[in-house]
């Protein structure tokens, strides 16, 4: 396509794309002893990576753990102590990371951290197309490519079809201040 053609094909692939999807869905943080991770226990543990709009579920594999947003943060959340099988969701708007962590099992730093028991749940800009925390040209470079090659994460604006009025929602998103 023309679009493709004015950026050489080298600079088009250098640019990573972050799997995480464009707002509005829902990922699951694993609740186990002790640890709060986006993969099962015995895998290895990591903090969840979303974008605004993006809903974290934790589900709770063992008994006796909660979740408490850390304090002095755009975000808050509090579950209750729950046990295995409990589910807990919150819905973030802001850009930012937050920390949170097990009453139980940790406590609050009182900076957006934690001692103990804990994570973080980093959320980016919906236009941080490649999920670098930085909203720049190469996110612009990111989009296009996968509008070009037809990558389902260029369908921005979440109708399942892939047309210019993605294009349109993400140059909103791109000019549009990042909250
Ligand atoms: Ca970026
Ligand atoms: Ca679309
Ligand atoms: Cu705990």
């Known amino acids: ?10 600079v088009l692939g250098v ?9 509005g869905d829902t990922v699951v943080v694993y ?6 991770s986006i993969n099962p226990p015995g895998e290895p543990v ?13 589900q709770w594999v063992h008994s006796l753990h909660n979740v408490v947003a850390s304090s002095g943060q755009a975000e808050f959340f509090q579950s209750p102590i729950n046990n295995a099988g409990a589910k807990f969701s919150h819905t973030f708007t802001n850009v930012g990371t937050f920390g949170y962590y097990c009453s139980v099992h940790g406590f ?3 900076a957006g951290g934690f001692f103990g028991m804990g994570g973080y749940v980093t959320v980016l800009c919906l236009a941080d197309f490649n999920g670098d925390t930085t909203v720049n040209t190469l996110d612009f470079l990111a989009f296009l490519n ?3 090659s037809g990558d389902p994460r260029a369908d921005f604006n979440g109708d399942t079809v892939i047309n210019t009025l993605d294009v349109l929602a993400f140059l909103n998103a791109f000019t549009s201040p990042c909250p």
Do not use: C, K
């Open 1 to 10: 396509m023309a679009i493709r053609a004015l950026f050489p094909a080298a």
């Open 15 to 23: 640019v990573g794309l972050v799997s995480p999807s464009l707002g």
């Open 31 to 36: 609740v186990y002893n002790f640890e709060f």
């Open 46 to 58: 990591e903090d969840a990576v979303i974008r605004q709009g993006d809903t974290i579920e934790w």
């Open 108 to 110: 609050d730093d009182g």
């Open 146 to 148: 996968a509008y070009t």
